[in-house]
């Protein structure tokens, strides 16, 4: 798809407009209505114009998301792998809204594996979909039992768990003629692999918001690639979707993920701006100024004669960002931080 196309299909998804006294659905108004009785008492209407606001926010920044990186194009038949979580139902719920704003025809289906976790509510899903006029279809296979038979009790499950999701999402998309596989993967789960790959795996890599699977055969998207993660948590509940949580791993607390999404909290609530900054970055390379022979060719570096505006400035102080840190300095000195225990 060419740039023109590209851009035009970013403006028209990202500039869509959602009135702010348009009502949510049922579901968001009645969730609307569980606040806190205080809340109610206070503004009725004030939390209706919150959700409606945060509506339009993640709207707005999927319908970027999709225009920059070119995620869907006219007739796709975009497959939402929904596990029960809130960022899939959030993407699925986005996407619908989006599809009847777009300025071209797609298709959505949503498709959830049922892994035969013991105690799985089968019936969930199926019954949420139906309700919402949402086609689907329901994989099973029995990844659980793989998984517990293979990894050692106490082992990380996610990679392999992972690996065989991906083999049945890939496999259900060949029957079903999807373009496109979306995935729930939000701003936040980009980041924290891109920490893991730098801190633990020495690489500068993460989740890109499109690239084609494993096996050669499906384009895999994650439109929810600029949506924070606590945005989408206050969504769901305000949407009241039906949550079905994740047993096979959702206790394992000493995961490095779950390490490194903790410092990322803490940079947000100590550092204002650092984690904007961070994924700004990501999509703000310069491959001259890296160290990677396979990205820039270093021998062939000469001498041009004219001014470079990339030339060799890395001791140049840069002054956008060394007033903030001597302003955050001057701010300590005179505010007595406690220390951090």
Not at 25 to 36: L, V
Not at 49 to 68: H, S, T, W, Y
Not at 82 to 105: E, H, M, N, Q, T
Request: charged share 25%; glycine share 8%.
């Amino acid at each position: 798809m060419g740039y023109a196309t590209i851009r035009a299909t970013k403006i028209a998804m990202a500039r869509a407009q959602f009135p702010m006294d348009d009502a949510l659905p049922a579901s968001g108004t009645a969730a609307a209505a569980s606040a806190p009785a205080s809340a109610r008492a206070r503004d009725p209407r004030k939390a209706e114009f919150e959700a409606n606001k945060l509506k339009k926010r993640l709207r707005r920044q999927v319908g970027e998301a999709i225009g920059d990186y070119g995620l869907i194009v006219p007739g796709d038949r975009v497959m939402v792998a929904v596990s029960g979580g809130k960022d899939s139902y959030g993407l699925l719920d986005i996407l619908r809204s989006l599809k009847d704003r777009a300025p071209f025809a797609f298709e959505l289906i949503a498709v959830n594996l049922d892994q035969k976790q013991p105690g799985f509510p089968a019936d969930v899903l199926p019954r949420y979909l139906e309700a919402q006029g949402i086609a689907y279809r329901i994989a099973e296979q029995d990844t659980y039992s793989v998984v517990k038979r293979v990894v050692a009790e106490g082992a990380t499950m996610c990679s392999l768990c992972s690996r065989l999701r991906r083999g049945v999402l890939y496999r259900v998309a060949g029957e079903l003629g999807a373009t496109k596989i979306a995935l729930g993967h939000h701003r936040d789960d980009i980041l924290a692999t891109f920490f893991l790959n730098l801190f633990f795996g020495g690489k500068l890599k993460t989740m890109p918001p499109k690239l084609v699977s494993d096996d050669g055969k499906h384009v895999v998207i994650r439109p929810l690639a600029y949506v924070r993660e606590r945005d989408l948590a206050r969504y769901a509940d305000l949407m009241r979707f039906p949550i079905i949580p994740c047993n096979l791993c959702g206790s394992q607390e000493h995961l490095q993920r779950r390490q490194v999404t903790a410092m990322l909290r803490d940079w947000e609530k100590r550092f204002p701006g650092r984690i904007e900054s961070v994924c700004n970055a990501l999509g703000n390379v310069v491959p001259s100024h890296l160290m990677d022979r396979a990205l820039f060719d270093f021998g062939a570096v000469r001498a041009t004669g004219r001014a470079e505006p990339d030339g060799d400035i890395g001791f140049d102080v840069d002054t956008a960002i060394e007033r903030p840190t001597d302003a955050m300095a001057s701010l300590a000195s005179v505010v007595a931080l406690p220390p951090r225990r």
